[in-house]
């Protein structure tokens, strides 16, 4: 017979203080997490048979027994029905800024309290060590008993996106708080150290996704001269491998071999500051990337990359600003099907087309002598342009699409179905359609005169968005009929 060893935890409480109950949750996950650690750490020097060690996720619960009459306005902070709702919780230590907010808008908006206690759903040893470094799970066979015996693992059957996508079916009749469990979050935060070679808790709530590395070296610039201004209100920049630099001048080692997605974020101390992701090319990295990211609950993201202008009017380094998006990435076909249209979002288009104003001094009618709004198509095949053109063409002609690349379509569908506000300002790097095809002479001219530029637009548009009040900047286009109380 199994012998089930478990962490002795208070027991469900009722919290009006939105600190409070954090504070309870911070409190139920590190007595959990250390017990999972210390006991591993104890199995590996030696186990009795038939023992087993289990801790569990603290959980969130709240129950409302009326229909709220809250600001219609708010597209999220409250439930949409009576009833009980949940979410599993962890790392609240690096949640703990979001956790509060969230919690205390429920708290107001109902005036009911929230019940924070241990789940039913177990932490995975896996994810409880990720923070001691002093400890290393092995591989299965590699320790002196069978893993799974012992300790409880990933699971991926109930790690998964229902609830965003909008399939979960609650087991015990509880509907979800928030958009993803525990056990996703953990996964990602996971993928994100591996993919970005940065801790998670670098990243910060304005996101930038570009598709080369030349925008890297820019965003370095900006940002040491931005810690060289003591009123920027910046404090620090955390490059690949964690190294983080407080001063303009200070060295900043690069390492030899960069990650899938190399990282970079400019940080202020309350998270509101901006990171530069640099995704690489392709449909599969951009969504792998968004995926993950989205778990830190972003307050937006924008993409600035390269892409190819369609118009025989449009010249290189010219902008685009994209309001609709044609999508055959198809990466996202099964979560998010291509004819669930992706909105431009009026508060994301507003603040990109103001920041192209106030860098290239350009407004009005003569604005749209550098920059085309339109629709932007995403494609999954590079070499499009080897294939009998007839096909490809007459579908972009019909889309009235003015521009082509291979990720922003995915970033912004995957902004829309995380509920992430998003947008798209690309700049015309070639023209393939009409002979001005990237070749290294051009490219060298292109980017000595156009990163820059482009860089320092979406930095403004985030620095815009950063002063918008978080109930307007999360719209209410971007929920769904039975919404989560948590953005």
């Not at 940002?223 to 490059?239: E, H, I, K, M, N």
């Amino acid at each position: 017979m199994t012998q089930l060893n478990t962490p002795k935890t208070p027991e469900p409480a009722l919290f009006t203080n939105a600190a409070e109950a954090v504070a309870r949750l911070e409190q139920l996950y590190a007595q959990a997490t250390g017990f999972l650690c210390d006991s591993f750490a104890a199995a590996m020097q030696g186990i009795d048979p038939g023992t087993r060690y289990r801790a569990y996720y603290p959980e969130i619960r709240f129950t409302s027994a009326s229909y709220a009459q809250v600001d219609s306005r708010l597209s999220f902070g409250h439930v949409s029905h009576p009833g009980t709702h949940a979410t599993t919780v962890t790392r609240p230590d690096l949640f703990r800024a979001y956790l509060t907010q969230q919690i205390a808008l429920l708290i107001r908006n109902h005036g009911q309290p929230v019940q924070i206690g241990a789940s039913s759903t177990p932490i995975p040893l896996h994810f409880a060590v990720a923070n001691a470094p002093d400890l290393v799970v092995p591989h299965e066979g590699a320790a002196g008993f069978t893993l799974r015996d012992v300790f409880d693992v990933p699971d991926l059957a109930t790690t998964n996106d229902d609830i965003v996508n909008g399939t979960h079916v609650s087991e015990d009749g509880a509907g979800p708080l928030s958009l993803f469990t525990a056990q996703r979050v953990d996964y990602s935060l996971a993928r994100l150290a591996h993919y970005t070679a940065t801790d998670p808790a670098h990243f910060q709530n304005h996101v930038l996704f570009t598709n080369y590395q030349f925008y890297v070296s820019e965003f370095e610039a900006y940002a040491r001269a931005q810690l060289a201004d003591p009123d920027s209100g910046y404090t620090s920049f955390v490059s690949t491998g964690n190294v983080e630099i407080t001063t303009a001048d200070a060295p900043l080692d690069t390492p030899a071999k960069l990650p899938q997605m190399p990282s970079y974020h400019l940080k202020r101390a309350d998270g509101s500051g901006i990171t530069l992701v640099n995704i690489g090319v392709g449909p599969s990295n951009a969504k792998t990337a968004t995926d993950h990211i989205a778990v830190l609950r972003p307050h937006a993201w924008l993409m600035v990359g390269h892409c190819a202008g369609l118009r025989n009017t449009q010249a290189l380094g010219d902008f685009v600003l994209a309001h609709a998006y044609l999508r055959e990435d198809h990466v996202l076909d099964d979560d998010l099907p291509v004819w669930v249209p992706i909105p431009a979002l009026a508060e994301i288009q507003i603040a990109l087309e103001q920041a192209v104003a106030e860098v290239t001094e350009l407004s009005g009618y003569d604005l749209k002598r550098i920059m085309r709004t339109g629709t932007v198509a995403t494609i999954d095949n590079r070499n499009w342009e080897l294939r009998d053109q007839s096909g490809p063409v007459q579908r972009l002609s019909q889309s009235r699409a003015v521009a082509l690349d291979m990720e922003s379509a995915t970033i912004a569908a995957n902004g829309y179905r995380f509920r992430v506000p998003y947008g798209t300002l690309l700049c015309v790097s070639d023209k393939p359609l009409h002979g001005e095809l990237k070749l290294p002479g051009m490219a060298s001219s292109f980017y000595t005169t156009q990163v820059s530029r482009h860089l320092r637009i979406g930095i403004r548009a985030m620095e815009a968005l950063r002063g918008m009040p978080l109930e307007r900047l999360h719209s209410r286009k971007l929920r769904s009929f039975d919404e989560t109380a948590f953005l």
